[in-house]
């Protein structure tokens, strides 16, 4: 059997012309946690083709194709089954937007996995090898993290990607803020067992570590159990947490020991009313930089999420945000537009309320105006996201940002502070071009 995997693009990650370099990526695990899992009785051959860094070679032989999509990809990897299908070999979709969009996903694919693949994959391939697939196969029984496999990283393109060394400690988070799909894709938050995500990091050659968690710090004691195992292996890592790591002074001492030298985190929006209505409860109370000086108190770098467009966001939110981004000490502010992803309430709220207004999933990435905003129009919500985002990279910003401790940091901050500055011009060419197509 002759099995292809397909990691597809979005025109934002395309890897000639995306707003992505090398130094900016790191490697997802889908492809080769599915290679890993391919039943050796098969004796099967494996190919891993990630769009993000090279091109699909359509006349590749193949009996299988599986095809990962998160909604962002969903059309690409649509136009990449039907190639293959029309090849005659059979098309398997699976993912975060095949799992919430399950219908829509069928009528291009033979079959669709929903959730996680961990026991239906193996299975799949077994009744494709039989010759009797299923057209959707989902696990019904709950989830063991221990089914968790090693990927096979042999499938991670290490030239292209600075962060080839990536893992998973747990999926999805225990939180429910209101735009994210965690809630809506993982069955619950998931612990992985310790001793196979230390096996894992001690067998990466890498000493960065790039953890894929949506939130690491889901289950607080779960996870200073692990950061004490990871302290001994002195690497060093990066990852996501939410804000509230900074009201657990032993957590956030251990992961600092464990090697955490960068945290990703989505302080979201200035404004309390905001956050309240999404949800995001855990940031309320804080004030931003003793959030941000707490973390840098312990060598940890910040990367601040921002979004615009909530339903309370007024045309006034852009300057008092750009205003407090440009002169707080976040090292790498990312600004995002709201996205209502299908699959959430939110997307079915906004969709009742006639406010959706494309369902072009190519554009739901993060940079653009899908949605009909409550109190500014598409317009003024694309123009003032970009004015932050110019702001948070101005030259008066990084100056201010150079004032940061400790010292070791400061280089650092330079080198993302022109690599964001790249990427953000790229979006503005990237959006040109969508444009000009
Ligand atoms: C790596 C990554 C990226 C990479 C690559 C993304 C891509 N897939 O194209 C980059 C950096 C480019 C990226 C960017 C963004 N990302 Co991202 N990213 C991730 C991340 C951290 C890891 C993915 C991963 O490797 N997971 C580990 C593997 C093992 O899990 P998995 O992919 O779910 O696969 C399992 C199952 O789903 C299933 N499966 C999956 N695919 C397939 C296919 C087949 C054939 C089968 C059988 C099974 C199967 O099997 C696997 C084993 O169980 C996830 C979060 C996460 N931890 O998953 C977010 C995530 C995918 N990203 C997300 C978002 C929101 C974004 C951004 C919009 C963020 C932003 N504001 O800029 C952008 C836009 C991306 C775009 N292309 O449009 C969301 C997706 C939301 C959605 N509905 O689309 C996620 C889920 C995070 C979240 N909780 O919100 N991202
Ligand atoms: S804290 Fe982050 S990962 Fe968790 S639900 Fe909120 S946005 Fe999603």
């Known amino acids: 059997m002759k099995i292809l995997l397909i990691h597809p693009q979005n025109y934002l990650q395309r890897h ?55 909604t962002g990809t969903a059309t690409r990897a649509y136009q990449i089954a039907a190639r293959f299908r029309a090849r005659g070999a059979t098309v398997v979709l699976g993912g975060v937007h095949p799992t919430l969009q399950t219908d829509e996903s069928l009528q291009h694919a033979d079959t669709v996995v929903r959730g996680y693949a961990e026991r239906t994959w193996p299975r799949l391939l077994r009744d494709v090898a039989a010759d009797r697939h299923q057209r959707v196969y ?43 799909i965690s809630h809506r894709f993982h069955p619950a938050y998931i612990r992985r067992p310790i001793g196979d995500v230390i096996a894992e990091i001690r067998s990466i050659r890498s000493r960065i570590v790039f953890f894929l968690d949506p939130n690491l710090i889901g289950d607080r004691e779960h996870a200073k159990a ?11 890592w990066v990852g996501c947490a939410s804000l509230d790591v900074v009201d657990d002074p032993e957590l956030l001492g251990l992961m600092a020991k464990s090697g955490c030298r960068g945290l990703l985190m989505g302080f979201e929006s200035t404004r309390p009313e905001a956050l309240a209505a999404c949800g995001k ?14 973390l840098h108190d312990h060598g940890i770098l910040v990367q601040a999420c921002f979004v615009f467009g909530f339903d309370t ?4 939110v852009f300057d008092e945000a750009a205003e407090h981004i440009a002169t707080g000490r976040f090292d790498l502010p990312q600004i995002s537009v ?3 992803f299908p699959g959430t309430p939110v997307f079915d709220r906004l969709a009742s309320e006639h406010r959706i207004l494309t369902r072009d999933w190519t554009l739901y990435n993060g940079q653009n105006v899908v949605f009909r905003p409550q109190r500014m129009t598409p317009e003024e919500l694309a ?35 022109l690599g964001f500055r790249s990427y953000q011009r ?3 060419r990237a959006g040109a071009e969508l444009n000009g197509a």
Do not use: Q
């Open 16 to 70: 000639s012309t995306g707003i992505y370099g090398r130094s900016l990526r790191y490697a997802p695990l889908t492809m080769p946690t599915l290679k890993a899992l391919v039943p050796p009785e098969l004796g099967a051959t494996v190919r891993v083709v990630d769009e993000m860094v090279e091109d699909v070679n359509f006349d590749t032989p193949a009996d299988v194709v599986g095809i990962t999509a998160i």
């Open 138 to 180: 989902e696990d019904a029984e709950p989830f063991d993290p221990a089914w968790i496999v090693a990927p096979d990283r042999s499938a991670i393109h290490r030239r292209d990607y600075i962060g080839w060394g990536t893992v998973e400690m747990s999926r999805g988070c225990s939180n429910h803020c209101d735009f994210c």
């Open 226 to 236: 692990f950061f004490a195992e990871l302290a001994p292996l002195r690497k060093w």
């Open 281 to 294: 409860t855990h940031n309320l109370g804080k004030t931003y930089a003793h959030v941000v000086d707490a």
């Open 313 to 316: 966001d007024d045309t006034s």
């Open 338 to 340: 709201y996205t209502p």
């Open 383 to 417: 123009r003032g996201t970009d004015r932050v985002r110019h702001r948070a990279y101005s030259w008066s910003a990084l100056s201010r940002r150079l004032f940061v401790k400790p010292l070791w940091v400061k280089p650092l901050v330079v080198a993302s502070y």
């Open 426 to 428: 790229r979006i503005a």
